[in-house]
């Protein structure tokens, strides 16, 4: 059996820095789609959205929502910079779900452009959060 690299992978949020530690490879979405990362990777510095992080570590895949950010490997180490992060054996499902109700409901009524941005990043976060708890 052979052993797959590893390369370390640094999540940070404004509170707290989330994870640090060897892993495998990590599946994270951007814009654009969905990156996957692998030790050895080409240097990448890319926009992160709010998403489910994916991260293979000791032969099994672990999960956590994050809200936005960035990505930057260009040291060979990878560095998340999110705006919120959490595990999601950690997620509240209920509390989740009324969430984004509350939000998809404001989004039908009538918003200045700031509530919308606002509603929107509401939504974005409420589902990514409950995806999370869906795959893990």
Do not use: C, N
């Amino acid at each position: 059996m052979s052993m797959q690299k590893t390369f370390e992978l640094l999540v940070m949020t404004p509170e707290k820095d989330f994870f640090s530690g060897e892993v495998t490879q990590i599946v994270i979405s951007t814009p654009e789609g969905e990156m996957g990362i692998m030790a050895d990777h080409m240097p990448v510095i890319a926009v992160v959205a709010e998403s489910v992080l994916r991260m293979e570590k000791d032969g099994g895949w672990h999960y956590a929502a994050v809200g936005q950010g960035f990505l930057d490997m260009t040291s060979g180490i990878v560095e998340l910079f999110v705006d919120s992060a959490e595990w999601a054996e950690d997620i509240d499902v209920l509390r989740s779900e009324m969430a984004l109700r509350r939000a998809e409901e404001r989004l039908r009524g009538k918003l200045s452009h700031t509530e919308y941005l606002h509603t929107h990043t509401a939504v974005a976060r409420a589902s990514a959060r409950l995806k999370a708890t869906k795959i893990k």
